[in-house]
């Protein structure tokens, strides 16, 4: 998938390549620094490491793997908060640098730790918000599976604000009720289109969930590389939803909800199509549609209230 946020240990990711948060010197160090190279084979990694010899604050270089699962190790230097000017730039071009490397290497998938936010100092936050910003900039042009490891929860949180606000709509969306009076909103819209005959019914030729989406995004005056970006899924996925006997999984047509930027009525009716419902027992389908109801369609922010409340990511 081309980008998600798991809580594991980079060490045991069989990616091709994970990025190791490195000095300057590229010398054994604390941290993931330390997890790595031990993982790795010490000696092996450290004696590729003295052959490079130096790597710049914000670049990148890359050596094999050894005894990891992964296929190659990216060292990346990241800036230290409060002494190196223009902290932010040097932590983007972390990101940049390593993504750079992996494509010019024919990489299909890396995983990063969150640089800079160790005992370099880099506040956690601020280095998720630099993390993402330069990872969707390169999906926006690239096709690449991306991952984000986070060492624990409190590690990746999305604001106090934006918390409390999806907590107080779960609890609300959660009462029966409630939820059945959003689908008599859609219900009486319908009522007030013209209903066809039984005639036009057996005429119109059925229309599947492929035929649907792509109608969809012509309606919209969208590109399917815009719609399948948007929804964070790779291309391969999305050329096999043109089959008209493609059948999705719910997660993929929540993705593709966003993507589309549907308002809850055109949701609901996707989602039909697909053979599913929002859920009134369901924390995830809830929070996707407290974003939908709020017309935030980044895809990215709602995979950050997704993993906050402990659910499965969109798309990924």
């Known amino acids: 998938m081309p980008f998600s946020i798991i809580r594991a240990d980079i060490t045991m990711l069989s990616v091709d390549a994970i990025v190791n948060a490195a000095n300057n010197n590229l010398t054994h160090g604390g941290g993931v620094c330390g997890a790595i190279l031990s993982a790795a084979g010490a000696e092996k990694l450290q004696n590729a490491c003295n052959a490079i010899g130096y790597c710049a604050t914000g670049q990148a270089v890359i050596t094999p793997g050894f005894n990891l699962s992964a296929k190659h190790i990216i060292h990346t230097v990241g800036p230290i908060y409060g002494v190196d000017s223009d902290a932010e730039k040097l932590l983007y071009s972390c990101y940049k640098a390593s993504l750079e490397l992996a494509k010019e290497n024919e990489l299909n998938s890396i995983a990063f730790p969150v640089i800079s936010s160790g005992i370099y100092g880099y506040p956690k936050a601020e280095a998720l918000r630099v993390a993402q910003s330069a990872i969707k900039d390169f999906l926006t042009n690239n096709d690449m599976s991306v991952t984000l490891v986070v060492y624990d929860k409190t590690t990746f949180t999305i604001s106090e604000e934006l918390f409390e606000s999806i907590q107080t709509y779960i609890s ?49 005056g969208y590109t399917d590389v815009e719609v399948y970006k948007r929804a964070n899924i790779d291309r391969k996925l999305f050329s096999k939803m043109r089959k008209k006997d493609y059948t999705p999984k719910k997660s993929t047509v929540m993705a593709l909800i966003i ?58």
């Open 172 to 220: 609300e969306k959660m009462i029966v009720a409630d939820y059945r009076m959003d689908s008599d909103v859609c219900y009486s819209a319908k009522l007030n289109t013209a209903v066809p005959s039984i005639e036009q019914l057996f005429e119109d030729e059925y229309e599947t969930f492929s035929q649907m989406l792509f109608r969809l995004i012509d309606e919209k």
């Open 259 to 316: 993507a589309l930027r549907l308002n809850m009525c055109e949701a609901k009716e996707f989602l039909g199509e697909a053979g599913f419902a929002f859920s009134h027992s369901s924390k995830s389908d809830i929070i996707i549609q407290y974003f939908i109801e709020n017309k935030n369609y980044d895809i990215y922010k709602i995979n950050e209230a997704l993993f906050s409340f402990d659910q499965p990511l969109l798309g990924a």
